[in-house]
Nanobody, 127 residues
Framework: QVQLVESGGGLVQAGGSLRLSCAASGRTFSTYSMGWFRQAPGKEREFVATISRNGDRTYYADTVKGRFTISRDNAKNTVYLQMNSLKPEDTADYFC????????????????????WGQGTQVTVSS
């Protein structure tokens, strides 16, 4: 079991940057593959980025590739999402999620793979 708490959301102008953090409770953070998802008003939740247990592998949605960077610090039980060159269409609630996996290198882009979810943090990008 792991509890996830996101932070770092807010209001930013188009072209700006934000860094989201997701702090996990417990001592087994390094056994989870982690992901970020987002949900805009009236839309389905969509995949944003994922990172493997050891941080060696990452995978991004095409819509954010080259602008967003996912990283993790297992010593701090935290996963990050650095978001640069933000666009109004990035406006959404952002959620981190944890997938308990035995694989050090596998990444997961589908939401059903994740067992634990945070409450979300809101990101608003103004034009």
């Amino acid at each position: 079991q792991v509890q996830l708490v996101e932070s770092g959301g807010g209001l930013v102008q188009a072209g700006g940057s934000l860094r989201l953090s997701c702090a996990a409770s417990g001592r087994t953070f390094s056994t989870y593959s982690m992901g970020w998802f987002r949900q805009a008003p009236g839309k389905e939740r969509e995949f944003v980025a994922t990172i493997s247990r050891n941080g060696d592998r990452t995978y991004y949605a095409d819509t954010v590739k080259g602008r967003f960077t996912i990283s993790r610090d297992n010593a701090k039980n935290t996963v990050y999402l650095q978001m640069n060159s933000l666009k109004p269409e990035d406006t959404a609630d952002y959620f981190c999620a944890a997938n308990p996996t035995s694989s050090y290198y596998t990444v997961y882009s589908n939401a059903p793979s994740y067992d634990f979810w945070g409450q979300g943090t809101q990101v608003t990008v103004s034009s």
